[in-house]
């Protein structure tokens, strides 16, 4: 087998965003896409020479031929090793938790996570460092640095490897294991939750429905709460992964799982209901009537950690995106914890949970995760839900009605405008930029403006700085307003609209968060012109 040297030529775009480097599948297969931006990845990570890695992906259209490619590559650039997922299959946490167990020098994740997958939808690309976590920044702006100034990529000359079968083979002087994707993270669940309380749980008659969504996740939950904790065969539903979701959309939430919705909220709902995303890191917890905000999860899951064994000793920390809600920043205060404030995406927990900071975080996309791996987990929240249901006796909606009388209720709402045409959503965010200073003090659709800024991070671990994280808008009584501009979309701008307003009258804890948040949508709406400059009267989703 023989390597080659291709000549290539920088490919413009290549920056990773939030998470790892998203494009349309048809540009991810075209003539050096992949190639450039894996070279890339190899250069601005020190080479591959003498490296093991982990390489699986959320086997979506496109999986199993770039990991092929990938693989190739690696062998060319000198890897030792690459453990590899069957089918070049792995969940992003699996992967987290692979990269960690075996101690590797890193990971290559194919996943465009929530976002579509199909022939004409997404791919992505993103790689994990030795912590299990994704790229920091400082890395990801060599591996983009790369990208810009790249002439050659290393391709070795061979057929497809075999990953259909685990077990150890070779690639010219690499050596190549295939791993079963589920079986190190189902021991490490089994390690952290109480999993007899959950089997008693579900042999006591519990009923739950788990909406794999098409995608990674159901091998994963099948063999976990099906074949481990009992639950009914059937109580996992849309099990088996496919290349296009099923032509859905695998994210997680009241909009794209409806049919768990409707379920959960008609006649003879089960007790539980839950969701993940395409690659698994995501969840949607859902009780009979009684939808768990993202947000809302994660304060449950801190005021609740000690009946976890993994947990039992207690939290160091807590921390959260900046856009997320503050409820568990409540809890975090009863309990005399830190609490620390990130920019969005998971990259920048790692920092924290290296450093014994934090031992949860959470996101109010559908992202909560522990310092078990370095990516959030979504099966971990479900089981971790179950785990607390299980040792508290009661029904989601009771545990959110206890939750709200002791810490108050963050109503909380994404409004998402999808696809808007880029130069008008930086305008619009350039006109809100240029009002923050004057904004304070300012009376806005009856609300008064207490504060206004764009949050930039200082870590407090490195002393590195991220800046231009978010404009934000914070009114009396508790509300606030947060724009920013999604790092994952494919097409146009995605604007997000994040709201919030705090309520701490328990006569008042039962409203349609829409209702609730009226005030604050309207002074969104009067600060930034949403409506006049994206030419949309509604906003695509609203979670
Ligand atoms: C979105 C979410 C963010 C999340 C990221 C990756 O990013 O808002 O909270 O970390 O997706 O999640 P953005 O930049 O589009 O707002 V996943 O499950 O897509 O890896
Ligand atoms: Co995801």
């Known amino acids: 087998m023989s390597i080659h040297t291709v000549a290539t030529a920088p490919i413009e775009g290549q920056k990773p965003g939030t998470s790892g480097l998203r494009k349309k599948t048809p540009v991810f297969m ?15 990570t020190g080479g591959a020479d003498g490296k093991t890695y982990v390489l699986g992906g959320d086997g979506r259209y496109f999986n199993d031929r770039a990991a092929q490619v990938i693989l190739r590559m690696a062998a060319a650039n000198g890897a030792k090793k690459v453990i590899v997922g069957q089918n070049a299959i792995l969940s992003t946490p699996a992967a987290s938790h692979l990269i ?8 290559i994740i194919m996943s465009a996570s929530h976002n579509p997958g199909g022939p004409n939808e997404d791919f992505g690309v993103k790689f994990n460092a030795a912590n299990g976590g994704p790229a920091p920044e400082g890395m990801t702006e060599k591996i983009f640095a790369e990208t810009k100034t790249l002439t050659a990529y290393k391709m070795l000359d061979a057929q497809d490897v ?36 959950i089997r008693a749980l579900f042999a006591g008659g519990f009923r739950m429905r788990f909406d794999a969504m098409h995608a990674v996740t159901g091998p994963y939950a099948r063999a976990i709460l099906e074949g481990t904790l009992g639950a009914p065969a059937g109580s996992v539903i ?21 049919p768990l919705m409707e379920e959960m909220y008609g006649d003879n709902a ?95 996309s559908a992202g909560t995760g522990s310092d078990h791996v370095r990516e959030k987990d979504g099966l971990w929240a479900v089981l971790f839900w179950l785990n607390v249901l299980a040792k508290r006796g009661q ?36 006109a809100v930029r240029g009002q923050l200073a004057t904004l304070p003090g300012s009376s806005v659709a009856g609300l008064t403006v207490t504060g206004a800024d764009e949050f930039a991070y200082d870590d407090p671990v490195d002393g590195s700085r991220s800046e231009g994280q978010g404009l934000r808008m914070m009114f009396e009584g508790g509300g606030r307003v947060v724009l920013r501009l999604s790092g994952t979309g494919t097409e146009g701008a995605t604007l997000r609209v994040y709201l919030e307003r705090l309520e701490t009258d328990s006569a008042q804890m039962d409203k349609d968060p829409q209702d609730a948040l009226a005030d604050v949508i309207a002074a969104a709406d009067a600060i930034a012109g949403i409506t006049s400059r994206t030419g949309r009267d509604a906003p695509d989703v609203i979670t």
């Open 270 to 364: 089960p007790d539980f209901g839950a969701a993940s995303d395409g690659d698994g890191d995501r969840n949607m917890i859902v009780g009979k009537g009684a939808y768990v905000t993202p947000s809302d999860s994660l304060a449950v899951l801190a005021a609740n950690a000690t009946l976890v064994p993994a947990y039992a000793g207690g939290l160091r920390g807590v921390a959260r995106s900046m856009p997320t809600s503050g409820a568990v920043d409540r809890v975090a205060d009863s309990l005399g914890i830190a609490c620390y404030e990130t920019p969005t995406g998971w990259k920048f927990f790692g920092n924290l949970l290296d450093a014994g900071r934090a031992t949860l975080c959470g996101e109010e």
């Open 395 to 430: 029904s989601v909606a009771d545990i959110m009605t206890d939750h709200w009388a002791r810490f108050g209720r963050n109503y909380y709402s994404r409004h998402d405008y999808e696809a808007v045409d880029s130069a008008a959503a930086n305008g619009l965010m350039d």
């Open 238 to 258: 849309n099990a088996a992964p496919s290349p296009d979701f099923g032509g859905g959309h695998p994210d997680p939430n009241p909009i794209w799982a409806k």
């Open 162 to 197: 075999d990953l259909s079968t685990p077990g150890t083979t070779s690639l010219g002087a690499m050596e190549i294991e295939v791993v079963d994707p589920v079986a190190d993270y189902q021991d490490l669940m089994a390690e952290i939750f109480d999993f007899d309380a």
């Open 30 to 44: 075209g003539p050096h896409y992949l190639e450039n931006f894996v070279q890339s990845i190899f250069n601005g």
């Open 100 to 107: 960690r167990k075996r101690g590797t020098d890193g990971g």
